[in-house]
């Protein structure tokens, strides 16, 4: 249904693997965008998931061939190597971009998206799509009651048997998975982490070649520790896919059980009902809003990029086994995206920087 009145915004999407077919869904059955084209490299396969939909889209092997279908805006659900040529690709021809998580495998590449955002004028949000709960909002208000935050927690406890590439990851549960949470960790903080240690590894039973476990401690601006504990092969009592979280702070200690209960010992317990716009629903609401307001939203990619570099310092510090900086791990991927092959107005908007930190946007408290 679209509410704003105003017409729908025709869209081409490009990839088509599983996680496209859930997103065709997902723009099929909204009222506010038009689904005029899909691109994937297997056209067959595109074709293919267009009948299974039901939709009336001209199908492609590249975004490239299907501009002539005339799109208002590109979703990308294409695997995270080309997230990047394809987003450059769509910035460049004038058409701002919805892309699923992560925004690249390296934050250097993320940085060159956000330089090529900056370069066109044109709108670059990235998906992450389990910030779309009402409880987590309410969960965000209970926190902010609390005061001064000394320690927020995750639990992530899942034994999903994917198969396909995640099993054959270094780090299936950070690089796939963790991002979520830590995203969620800045959005309910309102601060930015400032260092992480971190230890993963793979229990003797685990079904993937790398680490599927991870314990990470982030510090926080203004001394709050961030713990996430997650384990991708722990079968028995598992969690949300929102993990389980805790907070306490000065005035007390508020809980989520990562689907609808949020408690809290200053306001109670509360079962908080499920919004009609959730997770990557919620994303693609967000995004036509940003367009039609022509305000940024939460998931622009220069906001996201310190969700990603929590990912890669927490890499980083499992593989090193010591404490790593999250800004001087901004400047040296900035340092990397410098010497990247890049078209000339995305190398002249990364030089304008100075560093990358001045870049980029800080997360805001939220008060009660």
């Known amino acids: 249904m679209n509410r704003s009145g105003a017409r729908p915004l025709r869209v081409v999407q490009v990839g088509a693997g599983a996680m496209g077919v859930a997103w065709m869904r997902t723009l099929a059955a909204s009222g506010d965008v038009e689904l005029v084209g899909v691109a994937d490299l297997d056209t067959d396969r595109a074709a293919q998931a267009v009948r299974a ?19 208002d805006a590109v979703v990308n659900v294409t695997i995270p190597a080309a997230h990047t040529a394809v987003n450059v690709e769509a910035l460049f021809a004038g058409l701002p971009v ?13 940085l060159v998206q956000a330089a090529a955002a900056e370069a066109t004028g044109r709108l670059l949000m990235i998906s992450q799509s389990r910030r779309y709960f009402a409880a987590l909002e309410a969960y965000r208000s209970r926190i902010a009651e609390l005061g001064p935050i000394g320690l927020l927690t995750t639990g992530f406890f899942r034994a999903p048997r994917f198969g396909g590439f995640r099993d054959e990851m270094d780090q299936p549960l950070l690089v796939d998975m963790a991002i979520h949470a830590f995203d969620a960790a800045r959005h309910l903080l309102g601060a930015e982490p400032v260092s992480v240690g971190c230890e993963s590894w793979n ?50 200690t508020a809980t989520w059980d990562g689907e609808d209960r949020v408690r809290s010992s200053a306001g109670g317990a509360v079962d908080v009902p499920r919004g009609d716009q959730e997770q990557i629903a919620g994303a693609l609401a967000e995004f036509v809003a ?52 890049v078209r000339e107005e995305i190398r002249t908007r990364l030089e304008s920087w100075g560093t990358a930190t001045a870049a980029l946007p800080r997360q805001r408290a939220v008060t009660s």
């Open 53 to 71: 939909v039901g939709v009336d889209a001209e199908v492609g092997a590249s975004l490239g061939e299907l501009l002539a279908t005339g799109p």
């Open 98 to 110: 919805l892309c699923e998580k992560p925004a690249a495998p390296t934050l250097a590449e993320a």
């Open 203 to 252: 229990p003797s039973w685990s079904w993937y070649r790398g680490d599927a476990a991870a314990t990470a401690t982030f510090l926080f601006e203004e001394g709050t520790r961030y713990v996430f504990t997650g384990s991708w092969c722990a079968e028995g009592a598992e969690t949300s896919w929102n993990g389980e979280w805790l907070a306490s702070g000065a005035k007390g």
């Open 290 to 341: 940003a367009l039609r307001a022509g305000v940024e939203p939460a998931g622009a990619i220069a906001g996201n990029v310190r969700s990603l570099a929590m990912v890669e310092a927490a890499v980083r510090s499992a593989e090193s086994g010591r404490r790593v900086e999250i800004d001087a791990l901004l400047e040296l991927a900035y340092q990397d995206a410098l010497s990247h092959p």
